[in-house]
Nanobody, 124 residues
Framework: HVQLVESGGGLVQPGGSLRHSCVASGETHMRYCLAWFRQAPGKEREGIAGVDSDGSISYADSVKGRFTVSQGNAKKTFYLQMNALSPDDTAMYYC???????????????????WGQGTQVTVS
C-alpha cells in the first residue's frame, strides 16, 4: 500500500508562485507514475502533470510552460512548481500514484489507485 501526503497549497496573488509537494511512503514500485490532478468547483477533475519512473514528464496544455515537475533527492518526494498563477488555477490539487507507467494515459483518473488528501490552491 502506498500513502501520499501533500503540502504546499495556499492563497497567492495572480502572477505569484507556489510549490506543491507530494511525499510517498509505503510500498516501493520500480515502475510507477506520479501525477497531479486538480478540481475546481463545478468542474471535473483534470490531470495537469505526470512523471514516470523513467523520468519522462507530461503536462497538460493549460499549465505547460508555467508548471514544472521535479523529484527530490529522497526519490519519494515530488514537487510541482507553479508559476505565473492565475485565478483559473484556483482548485483543489491532488497527487496520485499508480504502479504502472503513465505513458499516454498519464491523465486517466481511473488508473490511479493511490491519492493524496488534496490541498487547496486559491489565486486571488
Amino acid at each position: 500500500h502506498v500513502q501520499l501526503v501533500e503540502s504546499g497549497g495556499g492563497l497567492v496573488q495572480p502572477g505569484g508562485s507556489l510549490r506543491h509537494s507530494c511525499v510517498a511512503s509505503g510500498e516501493t514500485h520500480m515502475r510507477y507514475c506520479l501525477a497531479w490532478f486538480r478540481q475546481a468547483p463545478g468542474k471535473e477533475r483534470e490531470g495537469i502533470a505526470g512523471v514516470d519512473s523513467d523520468g519522462s514528464i507530461s503536462y497538460a496544455d493549460s499549465v505547460k510552460g508555467r508548471f514544472t515537475v521535479s523529484q527530490g533527492n529522497a526519490k519519494k518526494t515530488f514537487y510541482l512548481q507553479m508559476n505565473a498563477l492565475s485565478p483559473d488555477d484556483t482548485a483543489m490539487y491532488y497527487c496520485a500514484g499508480r504502479s504502472t507507467p503513465g505513458g499516454g494515459t498519464w491523465d486517466s483518473i481511473d488508473k490511479y489507485g493511490f491519492w493524496g488528501q488534496g490541498t487547496q490552491v486559491t489565486v486571488s
